[in-house]
């Protein structure tokens, strides 16, 4: 593979993640030229580390260690929520769009504690093993999206972000 990133790569990809983005209900950054600069830091984070973690964040490691910064983010949609765009803002509310607003730096969530799931919930008061609910499957939860689906292994592909199985959790 190439060392550097070519401009075919990234209008490649710029175009699949806008798609990606509309076909979704996301927003990408109004600013091309902004939004093809991530791209580039994208793809060469994928060159450099086989995986296409975020350009404004370090990774550091294996890939399991950095599935949480892998683009989308599972801090996007807690950002747009909160400020209206991702931390790198990639990603950005309707209403940034409409009214014309710039991002503005904003705290990396990545450190903070993470919010327990509800299995974790549910060991922590001392019920494991009990036997809560009777579900015919466990329940998995992409934790990109937060799209929950019943079945024996997680989906190899979110149906609604498009991230990999990898980036699923076992809610219950």
């Known amino acids: 593979m190439a060392d550097?990133?070519?401009?075919?790569?990234i209008e490649e990809n710029f175009k699949e993640?806008?798609?990606?983005?509309?076909?979704s209900g996301y927003y990408l950054n109004t600013d091309e030229k902004f939004v093809k600069e991530l791209v580039s830091g994208i793809l060469t984070n994928r060159m450099?580390?086989?995986?296409?973690?975020c350009p404004c964040r370090l990774t550091i490691g294996k890939k399991e260690n950095n599935l949480d910064i892998i683009c989308p983010c599972d801090?996007?949609?807690?950002?747009?929520?909160?400020?209206?765009?991702?931390y790198c803002a990639l990603y950005v509310s309707e209403d940034v769009i409409?009214?014309?607003k710039t991002p503005k730096p904003i705290p990396d969530r990545r450190?903070?504690?993470?919010?327990?799931?509800?299995?974790?919930?549910?060991?922590?008061?001392?019920?494991?093993?009990?036997?809560?609910l009777d579900l015919k499957y466990p329940i998995f939860r992409c934790k990109v999206c937060g799209y929950l689906c019943a079945?024996?292994?997680p989906p190899e592909k979110c149906p609604i972000c498009k991230a990999d199985s990898e980036r699923f959790e076992k809610y219950i």
Do not use: H, P, W
């Open 151 to 153: 079945r024996n292994t």
């Open 4 to 9: 550097i990133v070519s401009e075919s790569m």
């Open 17 to 23: 993640i806008k798609e990606d983005a509309q076909n």
């Open 75 to 86: 801090y996007r949609d807690d950002d747009i929520t909160e400020y209206g765009y991702c």
């Open 98 to 100: 409409k009214n014309n």
């Open 111 to 132: 450190g903070m504690k993470k919010e327990k799931s509800l299995s974790e919930t549910f060991e922590d008061k001392n019920i494991k093993g009990m036997k809560c």
């Open 48 to 53: 450099r580390y086989g995986f296409e973690s």
